[in-house]
């Protein structure tokens, strides 16, 4: 009985061990390494721009819809809006995302309502969340 009772504890704690391997693999909490098909570390930016009121009187923020968002590789490219990596308008909720790119330092220019708001971002193989505001 003791041997049957050790076997049946070890298994317990081995299925224990390739449930909890199983579950820090899953992408369930949204923050993970991406790769690509060449192996090479990618990654995404998860970019969400707002409109702030500056009235006096407390007014709600908005969210800014369809803001022009466009990344460049280098200060002089995003200076002289020459050679964008990739752009693209966010969505009714305020937000634009770039998945799958080359772990870079990347310079984003975001238009909404002619105002153009710049931001640097070290992307690494991972997830960057990224708030743009405008004023």
Do not use: W
């Not at 984003?108 to 991972?126: F, K, R, T």
């Amino acid at each position: 009985m003791n041997r049957i009772t050790r076997i049946a504890g070890s298994l317990l704690l081995l299925c224990f061990f390739v449930l909890m391997l199983n579950a820090c693999s899953k992408e369930d909490d949204g923050i993970r390494k991406d790769t690509s098909i060449d192996g090479q570390f990618r990654g995404t930016i998860k970019l969400t721009a707002n409109h702030i009121y500056r009235l006096s009187i407390p007014q709600e923020d908005s969210l800014a819809e369809n803001a022009k968002i466009t990344l460049y590789r280098t200060y002089e490219d995003l200076s002289y809006e020459k050679s964008p990596v990739i752009s693209g308008t966010t969505d009714s909720l305020g937000r634009a995302n770039f998945y799958q790119l080359p772990d870079s330092v990347y310079y984003i220019n975001a238009v909404y309502n002619n105002e153009s708001v710049e931001e640097q971002v070290n992307l690494s193989g991972e997830i960057n969340f990224v708030e743009i505001n405008f004023y």
